[in-house]
């Protein structure tokens, strides 16, 4: 019998046995034990997972094996090489199926066009020596390029630490929202407060409360969340998890089910902690806020969970692929993705896809990217979101650092690079991480509070084995570049959301533009030595002095502001000025270089736009400048009218200049920019 004859996946499992009867497993007797091209094998099998192998064949054997697999068995089908069936009869083969189901034809055409349709995969015993089964396959004149299912690691240690009350030493911040923890996630809005922090500083945040003014979230956006299976039914997430029309919040691939399993064992909470971050339910008196939650109207954005984690807390490369794959055939605007490969491993992007097409993660993510949203027009392909990495080192992990992907870094609540954060070339932009040693000393309100599953899950140790610990319940800490990701998605979804607002359409890299530049300036803080935590690669961790100069232009663009995001998306320029100070400001970005020489009528500004930034007075023209003296951090926009052409208006039996209207943003934080913020 040729092996070539199985059909379909059902078939699969059906001639296992007869396969397996025949099956040689030391030595792989027959055909095509040769070595391999070493340009075929394009990863290591050192971190594999046992009995898979992911296979890129040629473009007519792929067609050959897509026409048997649709036509259904047949004694007389032949679908390989008398080598291909040998080599694979003799490792015991026991399924041979696309990696990528395409569901109707509209799919079919589109995975065809992007070349998905010829990833396959093959499975046989795990006891198989997996370098001696990868050699003989990708020998094989069918196979072009031939892959390891590579483990993935989570960008956080998954040590979730108990919400407990804080005990504040200064007022709760004001909000819009009543949720009941928000003013401890400092990560939204920093006051400065030093009961969450001994080296808080205010600012040090992504400046979101005053953007929940002009959007909190919108339906239609949808942030596919791939990492451990999120609690649906959570209380602070049911209302704004994404359905697939049958009752499900989305996939598990690690199990191949659309049942959800967020309790197996393993699991730690991390995927209901990302996910909270993004879309928590605002306004609904309870627990924390998302940064997209909405409104507590049923307007938040919607997490899709995409589960690649098994019951020993493992991920790979098939189901991160396959998960990504079915983001962007459902309608996902934003894959949220905390976990990568150890950095290192991939120091380029030529090491990491190899050539064109052979690499499958990256091949998916180009899928996804590229994919129209179908339905709508805000951008015409998706956002890949990636944690760098927690190795502190020098580059950030792959896929983060793929040129379609966004690569996020972390810092701490005194807007330092967190001890643990990844830097350097592949990084893109910084956000809060929170830490659990800041300066030395063990905080857990410094971390990032968010959702967790609404019972204690069993923690285990890297041998399987319960440690008798349990993670935390309902609200917890947790840190890591896991932890700064979902800021940077929850941002780009707020602005999404006003995108579609105001009705505004973009390219998708005209968006992710706006995104890498809506940062404050983070390498103001990057010089000196701070005592922390020390991190070196193969070295157990210590305290100690670290050099902050090392960041200096290695953490992306800025740290990520939301505010600014929603005012690149209208177009609105902004100014940074510094909290607690009467500053003079040119007008010159505004108004031309003359702006000092013109005459101005004034300055409008609402009275919550006022309140926002702590005004005392109302801003005004003086000598041709504005002046301002705000008392907060936060956003406010004002509007400045001058006269263009002369000291008086025109109209009626006057002949005079014409009225000239700028909106301003202004944005107050601890420091001001040299450049007056100007992006």
């Known amino acids: 019998m040729k092996f070539c004859n199985i059909t379909g996946t059902a078939a699969a499992v059906t001639l296992a046995a007869a396969l397996l009867s025949g099956c040689v497993k030391e030595g792989f007797?027959?055909?095509?034990?040769?070595?391999?091209?070493?340009?075929?094998?394009?990863?290591?099998?050192?971190?594999?997972?046992?009995?898979?192998?992911?296979?890129?064949?040629?473009?007519?054997?792929?067609?050959?094996?897509?026409?048997?697999?649709?036509?259904?068995?047949?004694?007389?089908?032949?679908?390989?090489?008398?080598?291909?069936?040998?080599?694979?009869?003799?490792?015991?083969?026991?399924?041979?199926?696309?990696?990528?189901?395409?569901?109707?034809?509209?799919?079919?055409?589109?995975?065809?066009?992007?070349?998905?349709?010829?990833?396959?995969?093959?499975?046989?015993?795990?006891?198989?020596?997996?370098?001696?089964?990868?050699g003989a396959v990708s020998a094989?004149?069918?196979?072009?390029?031939?892959?390891?299912?590579?483990?993935?690691?989570?960008?956080?240690?998954?040590?979730?630490?108990?919400?407990?009350?804080?005990?504040?030493t200064s007022a709760r911040a004001e909000s819009i929202f009543n949720d009941e923890l928000l003013p401890d996630q400092w990560h939204y809005d920093n006051t400065g407060d030093l009961s969450i922090s001994s080296s808080a500083k205010a600012g040090a945040d992504i400046n979101v409360k005053d953007a929940?003014?002009?959007?909190?979230?919108?339906?239609?956006?949808?942030?596919?969340?791939?990492?451990?299976?999120?609690?649906?039914?959570?209380?602070?997430?049911?209302?704004?998890?994404?359905?697939?029309?049958?009752?499900?919040?989305?996939?598990?691939?690690?199990?191949?089910?659309?049942?959800?399993?967020?309790?197996?064992?393993?699991?730690?909470?991390?995927?209901?902690?990302?996910?909270g971050t993004?879309?928590?339910?605002?306004?609904?008196?309870?627990?924390?806020?998302?940064?997209?939650?909405?409104?507590?109207?049923?307007?938040?954005?919607?997490?899709?969970?995409?589960?690649?984690?098994?019951?020993?807390?493992?991920?790979?490369?098939?189901?991160?692929?396959?998960?990504?794959?079915?983001?962007?055939?459902?309608?996902?605007?934003?894959?949220?993705?905390?976990?990568?490969?150890?950095?290192?491993?991939?120091?380029?992007?030529?090491?990491?896809?190899?050539?064109?097409?052979?690499?499958?993660?990256?091949?998916?993510?180009?899928?996804?990217?590229?994919?129209?949203?179908?339905?709508?027009?805000?951008?015409?392909?998706?956002?890949?979101?990636?944690?760098?990495?927690?190795?502190?080192?020098?580059?950030?992990?792959?896929p983060g650092a793929y040129k379609d992907c966004i690569s996020v870094t972390a810092f701490a609540a005194d807007n330092r690079p967190a001890y643990y954060t990844n830097y350097g070339p592949g990084c893109n932009i910084a956000a809060p991480g929170g830490e659990d040693y800041g300066d030395g000393v063990y905080s857990r309100t410094v971390q990032i509070l968010s959702t967790l599953p609404t019972v204690s899950l069993p923690l285990v140790g890297e041998d399987g084995e319960p440690t008798g610990e349990m993670s935390a319940r309902d609200y917890g800490?947790?840190?890591?570049?896991?932890?700064?990701?979902?800021?940077?998605?929850?941002?780009?979804?707020?602005?999404?959301?006003?995108?579609?607002?105001?009705?505004?359409?973009?390219?998708?890299?005209?968006?992710?533009?706006?995104?890498?530049?809506?940062?404050?300036?983070?390498?103001?803080?990057?010089?000196?030595?701070?005592?922390?935590?020390?991190?070196?690669?193969?070295?157990?961790q210590g305290f100690g002095p670290v050099d902050l100069n090392k960041y200096r232009g290695n953490m992306g663009t800025g740290y990520i502001d939301a505010w600014k995001l929603l005012m690149n998306i209208e177009g609105t320029p902004c100014l940074t000025v510094k909290a607690g100070d009467e500053q003079s400001i040119s007008l010159d970005s505004f108004f031309g270089s003359g702006s000092e020489g013109l005459t101005y009528i004034g300055v409008e500004i609402s009275k919550p736009d006022k309140e926002a930034i702590g005004l005392v007075d109302d801003p005004e023209i003086r000598d041709g400048k504005l002046v301002i003296w705000p008392l907060l951090t936060g956003a406010a926009k004002m509007t400045v009218t001058a006269i263009g052409g002369g000291d008086h208006l025109g109209g009626g039996n006057s002949m005079g200049g014409t009225e000239v209207k700028r909106e301003i943003s202004v944005i107050v934080r601890n420091v001001s920019s040299s450049n007056g913020g100007w992006l």
Not at 509 to 530: A, P
Request: charge should be negative.
């Open 29 to 134: 007797s027959g055909a095509g034990t040769q070595a391999a091209p070493a340009t075929k094998i394009i990863n290591s099998g050192s971190a594999a997972v046992p009995g898979i192998l992911l296979l890129h064949l040629n473009a007519e054997s792929a067609e050959k094996a897509s026409a048997s697999l649709t036509k259904g068995f047949a004694a007389d089908a032949s679908l390989c090489s008398e080598r291909m069936d040998s080599v694979f009869t003799s490792l015991g083969v026991t399924e041979f199926r696309p990696v990528f189901k395409a569901a109707g034809e509209e799919q079919k055409a589109r995975t065809h066009a992007a070349g998905l349709d010829r990833w396959y995969l093959i499975r046989f015993p795990e006891d198989t020596d997996m370098e001696r089964a990868a």
């Open 140 to 168: 094989l004149d069918e196979v072009d390029y031939l892959q390891y299912n590579s483990k993935l690691r989570l960008a956080s240690d998954g040590v979730s630490k108990q919400y407990v009350p804080i005990q504040r």
């Open 212 to 275: 929940w003014r002009l959007t909190a979230g919108d339906p239609d956006i949808i942030v596919a969340v791939i990492d451990e299976a999120v609690q649906g039914d959570h209380p602070d997430l049911a209302a704004n998890m994404w359905d697939d029309g049958e009752g499900h919040h989305g996939y598990n691939f690690a199990e191949d089910t659309p049942e959800l399993d967020w309790q197996s064992l393993g699991n730690r909470g991390h995927g209901t902690h990302v996910a």
């Open 278 to 398: 993004i879309s928590a339910v605002n306004n609904n008196g309870i627990g924390v806020s998302g940064i997209a939650g909405g409104t507590g109207n049923n307007d938040g954005v919607k997490i899709m969970s995409l589960q690649i984690m098994d019951a020993m807390y493992v991920a790979s490369d098939l189901a991160s692929a396959e998960a990504i794959y079915y983001a962007a055939d459902n309608g996902a605007d934003i894959i949220q993705c905390s976990w990568g490969s150890e950095a290192g491993v991939y120091t380029s992007d030529n090491r990491f896809v190899a050539s064109a097409d052979n690499q499958l993660t990256a091949a998916a993510i180009r899928y996804f990217v590229s994919m129209p949203r179908r339905g709508k027009v805000i951008t015409d392909g998706g956002l890949a979101i990636f944690a760098s990495g927690n190795d502190a080192i020098g580059m950030s992990a792959y």
């Open 477 to 540: 800490y947790m840190h890591g570049t896991s932890m700064a990701c979902p800021h940077v998605s929850g941002v780009a979804a707020l602005g999404l959301s006003y995108a579609k607002k105001l009705g505004k359409t973009f390219t998708r890299e005209e968006f992710t533009s706006l995104l890498l530049s809506s940062v404050n300036d983070i390498d103001r803080y990057c010089h000196g030595t701070r005592y922390s935590v020390t991190m070196a690669p193969g070295q157990s």
